[in-house]
């Protein structure tokens, strides 16, 4: 099997920019998904059940259904009622935004919980308010223990956002594809995605195990 490397490198320049856009795609996902999860997860554990049935509806969609079939709904259905046309990139941020709110509201839920009660009731006796204790005592404390499952699920968004090929958002395996489809060639292509997928993922798991033992060490 001859291997060429000459196709790798005339698709060098469109993988770089995939890359990046990747990461970027990557990025919106998890910072608007860690806003919405906090008050996703923030609704799911308060004490009137009724109110919580929404939170827990919108986290059994999310978590019980494709990512590609969330992110065919929002291109072709959503995404043209927003802004009147399809566009990839922007139904890709929103798909993985959503997605990633529902185990991030997961994440905070189990952080929040994790937290001794009597957390709650000294910051109350203090004088504080319930929203008070919970942004100065409680969320603090939680998050220390949240970032592990929060780099997990950066980790995870990077690798799925590889489904937003299908609706022509130019990521990295969008390029994968296009060199696939112009050369005939399986090898080149997809290990060459396989690889700066891998190359992104333990680069992030390595700036995680640091992050993680500076706190541990604070």
Avoid: C
């Avoid at 019980?64 to 959503?78: C, D, N």
């Avoid at 990139?89 to 798909?95: G, S, Y």
């Amino acid at each position: 099997m001859d291997f060429r490397f000459d196709i790798i490198v005339e698709y060098t320049p469109y993988l770089i920019k995939g890359t990046l856009l990747t990461i970027g795609l990557s990025l919106a996902g998890i910072l608007i998904g860690t806003i919405l999860g906090l008050f996703i997860g923030l609704g799911k554990i308060q004490r009137r059940k009724l109110l919580t049935w929404p939170f827990v509806w919108y986290i059994t969609f999310f978590r019980g259904t494709p990512l590609f079939v969330q992110i065919l709904l929002i291109h072709f259905g959503v995404v043209p009622m927003l802004i009147g046309e399809t566009n990839g990139i922007v139904a890709t941020i929103i798909a993985l935004s959503l997605n990633a709110a529902a185990y991030i509201a997961e994440i905070f839920r189990a952080g929040i919980q994790s937290i001794d009660r009597g957390q709650m009731e000294a910051a109350r006796s203090l004088g504080m308010t319930h929203v008070q204790a919970m942004r100065y005592v409680i969320l603090p404390q939680a998050f220390k223990r949240m970032i592990p499952p929060l780099g997990n699920e950066f980790i995870v968004l990077i690798k799925e956002s590889s489904l937003a090929a299908i609706v022509a958002t130019p990521e990295i395996m969008y390029w994968g594809r296009a060199m696939a489809g112009q050369y005939y060639r399986v090898w080149e292509p997809y290990l060459t995605a396989a690889v700066i997928y891998l190359i992104l993922t333990l680069s992030l798991s390595f700036l995680l195990n640091l992050l993680e033992r500076r706190l541990k060490t604070e």
